[in-house]
């Protein structure tokens, strides 16, 4: 048996396990429609949970980070790539996207010479692909898959975060557009389907919070098919994703300096060293 004393040493090594994530630690913030309006109370109700928009500013211990795309410069939008790391690295925000694709886009302004809404991949694009905050699109090219991974904003601090959301365009198809989410030893927590709405134009909201910051990665499936000039297929963009604030993770020596310190307090209390 624990003795009192070498529980309160694990508690102040940190070590003591957290009870396993159940299905009343998650909430789920769905919705569907037509326009803006239709998905405005979802949206609304994840940005509460998770608290104060933090913008591009300092590390905070709380609140959430924002995504819109509209603040991308031209020269990093349609038809130029975006970095993956853009939103760690010029507009600091902790998240940093990768793709099995070739990179990633964000589309262009109105009047710029380059289609809006990712035209200048499909010219049925613009009217069928709508905008949650004007005007800017973000998808992967050559995949439709987008992995956002978390750092402590403006480092190369791995950090987990509360909850991950993601405004969706055009989502027809009940299945193929998902979000997974991962914890840094890469176990799945959770997976949603988006909510669809068939035709075009249409907007899907899909959010996911947790009591705790555990998120280290997220998967995002977008339609069936990467965006082409191709016909016949579930196309998806993404606008807006809403996430909390990137809370940092013990770097390795750190974990193996804990457990290290388990093991010497497990040897004592074996050898009576640690009173009763």
Known sequence: MMTPRLLTLLMATGIVCAAPLSASAIAVYSSSGSNAAS??????????????????????TGGRREINWDGVP???????????????????????FETPGSGFKVSAN????????????????????????????FTAIDSNIVDVKFFVPGTTQAANVRGF?????????????????????????????????????????????????????????AGNAALSNLDGFDFVAMD?????????????????????????????????LLPE
């Open 165 to 221: 959301g993601s405004v969706f365009t055009d989502v027809d198809l009940l299945g193929p557009t998902t979000v997974e989410f991962f914890d840094m030893n890469n176990n799945l927590l959770s997976k949603q389907t988006v909510l669809n709405t068939p035709g075009a134009t249409s907007l899907s909201f899909l959010g996911v919070s947790l009591e705790q910051a555990i998120i280290n990665r997220v998967r995002i499936t």
């Open 39 to 60: 998905i405005q109370g979802s949206v609304d109700g994840f940005r509460a949970d998770l608290g104060t928009n933090n913008l591009a500013n300092a590390p905070a």
């Open 110 to 137: 109105t009047g710029v010479g380059t289609p809006e809404r990712f035209g200048s991949i499909n010219p049925s694009f613009p009217s069928s692909f709508s905008v949650f905050s004007s005007q800017k699109l």
């Open 240 to 272: 807006d994703f809403i996430y909390g604030e990137p809370q940092a993770v013990p770097a390795p020596a750190a974990v193996l300096l804990l457990a290290s310190g388990l093991a010497a307090l497990v040897w004592a209390r074996r050898n009576s």
């Open 74 to 96: 031209a020269g990093f939008s349609d038809p130029n790539h975006l970095p993956g790391n853009f939103f760690n690295s010029n507009s600091p925000r902790g998240a940093v």
